[in-house]
């Protein structure tokens, strides 16, 4: 009757109360804490919810709780999720009601801030506000893509509207604490990451693969940027009044809310990790991480495809004399797909092969050194010219190397292995 050891208080009332409730939760029961937290961020998606800035501050912090839970359920996902349907369904579907919980509860926010335009508190809020329903989308869509499933339309929609939100009120580059380990991010870094990862998503990713390369484009995506003026070097678009992603620039004009994205620094990032993974593969072939390094290669050769600057450029029919420069090292992305697929057979008799180019006089470094036509370079003004060209067409800025510890570009280290390979 009394109803001892219940207390009728909000939990989330205030970020005090909702501090000392989480530490009452069973950290040791996954589940159990996951069944709470839907439970309590329920009863403020209700439409008679008292939404209050407190409130509202109570909720990020179970959010940057809700991040660990989150980590242990992917987890479980990606290690027992092959086991039975059953399992399968029960943790994708735990962690898809958590990020639709916080969604649901973040849009009722959302509609009392702009309710109170010159409230200082509410509009104080607003940028982590807007920052935390994105990176929700994202995690939304790479929950969705365990399953291969893709986004509809309106889901594109909500996301555009968040971020011209934020530029309206220009907090789309104010800094903020919601980064992996507290680190500082943007709202456009984390726009940026889910545009991204759906650009990078052929539907062909293991879960695994979708797990870890959204933790790389924490990243990877640090040097990129929107702008709003086009220029030769844009390969892809944006429209903020449509309802899709990221799109290659065609030769026909586009119209609309568009914003411009120069993938070269990211692409540059990728080739770089490539080149200091086959590094390792080769000098290293009786490794127990040859398999796994050999597979993420391939994975990147992909991903690089996806994003590669230059195939843009083709479609579009405004890069059709680089599109004839060399491409170095077996790096040419026609090429390079095929060149990791055969490197984990190839990399424990390499030294054989060695022999055997002797004997027909070619090499395993120049038979990768290859040009849009299929011809392989041999004259040095071929070479002079790739070396000139190779940093303009592939990097913004120079992408120093450290697989040896030296100072010296990467690019020019590949040129000088060619070079010795040829001769």
């Known amino acids: ?66 991040d660990g839970l989150r980590a242990t359920l992917t987890a479980q996902y990606l290690e027992h999720s092959h086991r039975s349907t059953q399992i399968e369904n029960q943790l994708w579907q735990a962690l898809f009601d958590l990020t639709q919980r916080f969604l649901l509860c973040y849009r009722g926010f959302t509609q009392a801030i702009n309710s109170h ?45 968040l971020f011209q939100m934020a530029c309206s009120a220009q907090n789309e580059r104010k800094a903020l604490g919601l980064g992996p380990g507290g680190g500082l991010t943007t709202i456009e870094q984390e726009y940026l990451r889910v545009l991204v990862l759906q650009l990078m998503n052929a539907g062909n990713l293991t879960p695994r693969h979708q797990e870890w390369l959204a933790q790389q484009l924490c990243e990877w995506c640090g040097p990129l940027r929107l702008t709003m003026e086009s220029s030769p070097v844009t390969s892809f678009y944006v429209d903020l009044d449509a309802r899709g992603g990221l799109k290659r620039r065609g030769a026909q004009l586009a119209e609309g809310r568009l914003l411009f994205l120069d993938t070269r620094p990211l692409h540059a990032v990728l080739m770089q990790n490539a080149v200091m993974l086959e590094h390792k593969v080769r000098n290293n072939p009786l490794s127990e991480k040859t398999p796994r390094r050999a597979d993420q290669l391939n994975l990147l050769t992909k991903l690089a495809s996806s994003i590669d600057a230059q195939r843009a450029r083709e479609n579009s029919g405004t890069g059709a004399a680089q599109t004839r420069q060399l491409h170095l090292h077996g790096w040419c992305m026609g090429d390079a797909r095929r060149v990791a697929q055969r490197l984990s057979a ?14 027909t006089g070619s090499c395993p470094v120049a038979e990768r050194t ?53 001769d």
């Open 1 to 66: 009757m009394f109803k001892f050891g219940k207390s009728r208080k909000d939990p989330l009332a205030d970020p005090r109360t909702a501090d000392r409730w989480l530490k009452t939760l069973p950290a040791a029961d996954p589940l159990a804490t996951h069944d709470a937290l839907l439970g309590a961020i329920g009863r403020l998606t209700e439409p008679d919810a008292r939404r209050t800035p407190a409130r509202l501050a109570a909720v990020f912090l179970v959010d940057a709780y809700a």
């Open 117 to 161: 335009p010159q409230d200082k508190k509410w509009q104080a809020l607003l940028p982590e506000l807007i920052a935390r329903q994105i990176i929700h989308h994202g995690l939304e869509a790479k929950i969705r893509l365990y399953r291969y499933e893709q986004w509809i339309p309106g889901k594109w929609a909500e996301l555009h509207a």
């Open 346 to 359: 190839r990399c424990t008799d390499e030294r054989g092969q060695r022999g055997h180019a002797r004997d």
């Open 370 to 422: 290859v040009v849009d036509a299929g011809h392989c370079a041999a004259d040095e003004a071929a070479y002079e010219r790739a070396r000139r060209a190779w940093p303009a067409a592939h990097c913004q800025q120079p992408c120093w190397s450290r697989a040896r510890g030296t100072a010296a570009p990467w690019t020019d280290r590949l040129l000088g292995q060619w070079r010795h390979a040829r």
